[in-house]
């Protein structure tokens, strides 16, 4: 190509992000939409893929480790991938209202999505658990919010019966257009990697996300878009730990709020995708939750919520049992500004206050 045409090409060529039309618009083919799907969406996905090299080192044995950071969606966490699936074909059967029972990130979502296509927006909330990005989101977005004394698996139990009695569309992870919304972030990690990863770290909650994520590699790789299917190893906070476990836990209790979680609904699936792929969970205390954040802030310059840094710290964990060579993803599910009180309290940080306003004084407390 001459130099003059290349020059056109620059100036007339659009950076690529502004072709993203949100993930349905991206992967059609593969989700149950039609012609006539309104599609209501914030251009939620296609969100880096981004190599840790702090937790690699960690490891050793020449492994490539990668941070799927989904906490870069529209409203800071993954759930906006389900939740463009389940708003827009609840607006194709022309529903009014959406409930979801919560542990923050869902009711941000639904909220913001319900708002974008017109709805009322529920969110059922356990009193005094969600973090306090996700409560100012969810009044943002003008949710009518009804916290309970109770925990998530109550408020779950009372969404489903409600939605099953009311004409009001439920947007938990029981409702499939969620997980098929959330299967594309498996395709995403694929089209980066050129394969699917050896393993998939990911932490569990309710469990729709490790069932959406196995779908999306199998579907890929039964279309011939990846040469393997990766372990699928999932991670639970030690004392909410149902899955891992093998039995409901009836008080669960954690610092990652988000997977505060005692039953989850989607158990049955998530033990398949365990099967089928040869995958394991395991537990992380939050002691090595807050480990795996401190790292990825400080040594990173990524900023996750707790729960989402349950991956990290669960791959830490196993790192005797990873190959050699190994190409391992870890997902962080949600961002860091969702729990502003856990980043103020839990950080290594110097903060000097009481600083007088002049050059000396600051210099002193440099230490120059
Ligand atoms: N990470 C974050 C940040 C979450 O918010 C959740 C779930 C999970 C991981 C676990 O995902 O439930 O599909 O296994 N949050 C839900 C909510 C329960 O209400 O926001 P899962």
Known sequence: MSFSKKLKQ???????????????????????????TPIITLKEGATPLIEIKSIANRIGKG????????????????????MTMAI????????????????GNTSASAAAYAKRGGMRAFVVIPDGYVAQGKLAQALVYGAEILAIKGNFDKALDIVRELSNKYPITLVNSVNPYRLQGQKTAAFEIIENLGNAPDWLCIPMGNAGNITAYWMGFEEYFYANKSKQLPRMMGFQASGSAPLVEGKSISNPETIATAIRIGNPVNKEKA????????GKFSSVTDLEIINAYKILGKEEGIFCEPASAASVAGLLKLKNDVPKNSTIVCVLTGNGLKDPDCAINNNDSIFHTDVEPDMNSIIKKMGF
Do not use: H, M, Q
């Open 10 to 36: 620059f100036f007339t060529s659009k950076p690529k992000n502004n072709n993203w039309d949100g993930l349905i618009e991206a992967y059609k083919p593969w989700l149950p939409v039609t012609k006539k």
């Open 63 to 82: 492994v490539k480790v990668y941070a799927k950071y989904d906490g870069l969606n529209p409203t800071g966490s993954f759930k906006d991938r389900g």
């Open 88 to 103: 827009s074909k609840a607006k194709e059967d022309g529903c009014e209202a959406v409930i979801c029972a919560s542990t």
């Open 271 to 278: 033990l398949l995708a365990r099967e089928s792929s040869k």
